[in-house]
């Protein structure tokens, strides 16, 4: 059969444009749906497309090109978790619900994890009910730092302070409104907040 080299780059250029909106590829049933042609035209479209070196494909969601590559070396896949109380110590649930795709050079290095933030307790530090925050996964803090910080079975988002003379930690809210939760045993730092995404 004869190859039509515009259907060869429609597919190529949807395979990337759906990565980049995305952060998968697209399956062969979304390709051939999109375009209007059938499943085993894209399959066979695709196998031609790896043949002359312009992708990489291996299966039914691994199509790789020099556009998608360039984009992985630059951004940083990050799972949203679930949401985290700003308000009474709650517990943190621990089910990815969605990924998304952020610039690198937003975040710097390390592994990262969102929480949707819940209360009005850290309202002061710009981060609101309903916000997604973005943490950075360490084990320790600096005081001063937004901490996601285990207590127990809940967790909570708040700013870390030690109070060595005590031997006890502080978690202070940014709401003048509230008081200081006081943990005079084990805490555990889960991370360290290092940028917030809001609606406007």
């Given at each position: 059969m004869g190859i039509n080299?515009?259907?060869?780059?429609?597919?190529?250029?949807?395979?990337?444009r759906y990565y980049?909106?995305?952060?998968?590829?697209?399956?062969?049933?979304?390709?051939?749906?999109?375009?209007?042609v059938g499943k085993s035209t894209?399959?066979?479209?695709?196998?031609?497309l790896r043949d002359c070196g312009e992708i990489e494909y291996s299966g039914e969601r691994s199509i790789k090109t020099e556009v998608t590559e360039k984009f992985n070396q630059q951004s940083v896949s990050v799972g949203l978790v679930?949401?985290?109380?700003?308000?009474?110590?709650?517990?943190?649930?621990?089910?990815?619900?969605d990924y998304f795709s952020l610039p690198s050079s937003?975040?710097?290095?390390?592994e990262f994890f969102m929480l949707r933030a819940s209360g009005d307790s850290m309202i002061d530090a710009g981060i609101d009910d309903g916000d997604l925050v973005v943490i950075r996964r360490q084990q320790t803090a600096r005081d001063g730092d937004i901490?996601?910080?285990?207590?127990?079975?809940?967790?909570?988002?708040?700013?870390?302070?030690?109070?060595?003379?005590?031997?006890r930690f502080i978690l202070h809210p940014e709401n003048?409104?509230?008081?200081?939760?006081?943990?005079?045993?084990?805490?555990?730092?889960?991370?360290?907040?290092?940028?917030?995404?809001?609606?406007?």
């Open positions: 080299t515009e259907l060869l780059s429609q597919i190529k250029e949807y395979a990337e980049l909106e995305n952060g998968v590829s697209p399956s062969v049933r979304e390709i051939a749906a999109e375009l209007g894209v399959q066979r479209y695709l196998e031609r679930g949401s985290i109380s700003c308000g009474p110590l709650n517990f943190a649930e621990q089910n990815i619900t937003l975040l710097g290095s390390g901490v996601v910080a285990l207590y127990g079975d809940d967790a909570t988002l708040k700013r870390f302070y030690t109070d060595r003379v005590n031997r003048e409104r509230l008081s200081d939760i006081i943990i005079e045993g084990d805490l555990i730092i889960q991370g360290v907040a290092v940028k917030v995404i809001k609606d406007l």
